[in-house]
């Protein structure tokens, strides 16, 4: 059974994936100018992939509303109990060398591993591939810590929280050259993992992990 703590609540925009890792730099300009993806989820009055054919359906009550810009249709309203968007196929299939960005607005800043975007599997007890989500320290219950996963293997704790509801925050997780790292709101995070990821499979979810973890 799908358990509704570990849906996501709040809204989500300008999802990335990228083929390549950026840099710091690269990574503070994403969070204030578009740099080019291989997968770009805008969210401009539907879920569709802007740069390839890998489009998105909304899944659940998931439903367009405004961005960070004010602007009508072009973010996603997840609600935390079972909307989320899929996607047929993975983003990309590799383990090293890639990115992942979006804007996030939580409304809710206490979530047990809510997710934002996941590239792979996760059912809650085994997986692959690698996401962003919110949670604690302990991986068990509610917080509202920034982390990344590498599923089916160990949660990256950020250091960073999402201290206010109802606000928009930039989030990152690079892999490169063998290290995970997280930025927020592009700033880097002094943790880093040399875990290697699982070989993703299955495809992109945004706002949830495979119907287990949800993004609120």
């Known amino acids: 059974p799908i358990d509704p703590s ?9 999802v990335k994936i990228y ?3 950026l840099t710091a730099p690269q990574i503070l300009q994403e969070f ?5 993806p291989v997968a770009h989820y805008p969210f401009n009055g539907n879920a569709n992939d802007a ?3 890998n489009n998105g359906t909304a899944n659940g009550g998931a439903a367009l509303t405004s961005d960070r810009f004010g ?17 047929t196929n993975l983003a990309t299939s590799q383990i090293d060398n890639w990115s992942m960005t979006a804007w996030v607005k939580p409304s809710s800043i206490s979530q047990n ?3 934002i975007v996941l590239n792979g599997f996760d059912n ?3 997986g692959n591939g690698y996401a962003m989500v919110m949670g604690d320290a302990t991986n068990a219950v509610n917080g509202n810590l920034f982390k990344g996963l590498l599923a089916g293997i160990v949660f990256v704790n950020s250091g960073f929280t999402f201290s206010t509801n109802n606000i928009w925050y ?4 690079v892999r490169e050259a063998g290290i995970t790292k997280l930025y927020f709101n592009g700033v880097l995070s002094g943790t880093t993992s040399a875990n290697i990821p699982n070989i993703p499979s299955g495809s992109l979810r945004i706002g949830s992990c495979n119907g287990i973890r949800f993004w609120n």
């Open 32 to 36: 204030t100018i578009n740099v080019g």
């Open 113 to 115: 591993n809510g997710t």
């Open 19 to 21: 083929a390549t890792a």
């Open 71 to 87: 602007n009508a249709n072009s973010a996603y309203n997840f609600d935390g109990v079972d909307d989320f968007i899929s996607t």
């Open 170 to 173: 930039h989030t990152a997780i």
């Open 6 to 14: 570990y849906y996501w609540q709040g809204r989500i925009d300008e």
């Open 51 to 53: 740069i390839g054919t």
């Open 124 to 126: 809650g007890a085994t």
